[in-house]
């Protein structure tokens, strides 16, 4: 999250960011990331309306996201069945604006190319922008 935080405008505040995912498919990680930033921007708007802060901390959203390649395809959004038979996989944070903030990728059955890591990246752009929308939808803008 420190990536889209202007941390001057927060100010010497520590804010604590707990998921628990009550129900998943795969995807935990990445779905904590998620919902992590709607807390977050939830929590810097309450302060902002109490006067708490003068001005709004973040700078953009993030999201993130898995992709793989399931029985040579590469897939959006691993379920479980798909990760856990993943040839490879691959888990994409980034913001809204689409920089990169963290790419943690495994070539889990065998390497892969770098045709099918730009695959995945495209794959994880798109699948990003989709959240990033459900994401402005949750906050109201």
């Known amino acids: 999250m420190r990536a889209v935080v202007d941390q001057k405008a927060l100010g010497e505040r520590q804010v604590t960011i707990d ?8 995807g935990t990680r990445t779905a904590a990331i998620t919902g992590g930033w709607v807390a977050l921007k939830l929590a810097t708007r309450y302060l902002l ?13 993030v ?3 898995s992709c793989g ?3 040579g395809e590469a897939v959006l959004d691993l379920d479980y069945e798909e990760d856990s038979n993943a040839e490879a996989d691959a888990n994409f944070v980034l913001t809204g604006a689409g920089d990169i ?3 943690q990728a495994t070539g889990e059955k065998r390497g ?7 695959t995945l990246f495209g794959l994880a752009r798109d699948g990003i922008a989709q959240l990033v929308a459900l994401q402005k939808a949750a906050v109201g803008g």
């Open 49 to 61: 309306e109490e006067g708490v802060i003068a001005r709004d901390p973040i700078l953009d959203h």
């Open 69 to 71: 390649l399931f029985q």
């Open 112 to 118: 892969f190319s770098r045709n099918e890591f730009e």
């Open 19 to 26: 998921c628990d995912v009550v129900q998943a498919d795969g």
């Open 101 to 103: 903030v963290e790419i």
């Open 63 to 65: 999201a993130a996201i």
